[in-house]
T-cell receptor
């Protein structure tokens, strides 16, 4: 079965510091990869996705992620954290020829002034 | 509409009551998904529709859960004889076509079963 692992359920960063959220997936065939953000009492908003092509994907709000097949990883980064980045972030996959999203457990980001 | 809408946003039910949760997808979107998000966890897949056809219901946790999309647009998730373990946020998502299209999520319905 497809699984997604997000290392660290909580991450605390200082405003202006690098944000790094880790995501690994288990699949022999590379799936389609997504990062979603969830603000309190809201639904999930797509940050970025990887389907095919360039392995470095740029998304909204200055986030980017790199697909590394050899490491089965899709880590999310942002060079400089902003207070508005405080939220919960979910990595998710759709397996090839599939439809449903399989999510990781989420990482809650706290941004310190 | 501009996005996916869900109603009610909050629902409190007594154990044993039946509840119905509504999802209005983005107009014209073919695919519709329901997910369940327990407190502190990532969403988990419940069921998937392509137009009015329910193509995958493998995630429904028990036969108390039932979903329909009779005209291929609005969908209703019904939970019969609610139990405390049903307490969760129920998220609806839609996508333009099938397959690995981006799924757009609604705000969710927070269900609390007492």
């Amino acid at each position: 079965a497809q699984s997604v692992t997000q290392l660290g359920s909580h991450v605390s960063v200082s405003e202006g510091a690098l944000v790094l959220l880790r995501c690994n997936y288990s699949s022999s065939v590379p799936p389609y990869l997504f990062w979603y953000v969830q603000y309190p009492n809201q639904g999930l908003q797509l940050l970025l996705k990887y389907t095919t092509g360039a392995t470095l994907v740029k998304g909204i709000n200055g986030f980017e992620a790199e697909f590394k097949k050899s490491e089965t990883s899709f880590h999310l980064t942002k060079p400089s954290a902003h207070m508005s980045d405080a939220a919960e972030y979910f990595c998710a996959v759709i397996k090839a020829a599939g439809n449903k999203l399989t999510f990781g457990g989420g990482t809650r980001v706290l941004v310190k002034p | 509409g501009a996005g996916v809408s869900q109603s009610p946003r909050y629902k409190v039910a007594k154990r044993g009551q039946d509840v119905a949760l509504r999802c209005d997808p983005i107009s014209g979107h073919v695919s519709l998904f329901w997910y369940q998000q327990a407190l502190g966890q990532g969403p988990e897949f419940l069921t998937y529709f392509q137009n009015e056809a329910q193509l995958d219901k493998s995630g429904l946790p028990s036969d108390r859960f039932f979903a329909e999309r009779p005209e291929g647009s609005v969908s209703t998730l019904k939970i019969q004889r609610t139990q405390q373990e049903d307490s969760a946020v129920y998220l609806c998502a839609s996508s333009q076509r099938q397959g690995q299209e981006t799924q757009y999520f609604g705000p969710g319905t927070r269900l609390l079963v007492l």
